[in-house]
């Protein structure tokens, strides 16, 4: 499967389209990019992207959705 950026991954958990936990995990370095998470309101969907920090392990931006709603957006940066 890709993701919205062109980035192959694999899809653990359930089935696509079931309403189960999928975990994304990126192909070529098996970074952590995505969790989705049913609830009875709707899935929330965790999307780790911006590999730019300790080496290329940590994620800089995180962002957190609820169908078509950004609930949080986290930036981290290490110029501090």
């Known amino acids: ?6 980035t192959l991954v694999y899809v653990l958990g359930g089935a696509l389209g079931a309403r189960t ?3 994304y995990v990126e192909r070529d370095t098996y970074r952590l990019r995505g969790i989705d998470l049913p609830a009875p309101e709707g ?11 300790c080496n290329g392990w940590c994620p800089s931006r995180i962002v957190v959705y609820r ?3 950004t609930l949080v957006d986290i930036r981290v940066d290490s110029s501090t």
């Open 21 to 23: 936990t999928h975990i």
């Open 67 to 69: 169908g078509d709603s």
């Open 1 to 6: 499967m890709f993701l919205s950026d062109g």
């Open 43 to 53: 899935v929330y969907r965790i999307e780790l992207s911006d590999y730019r920090l």
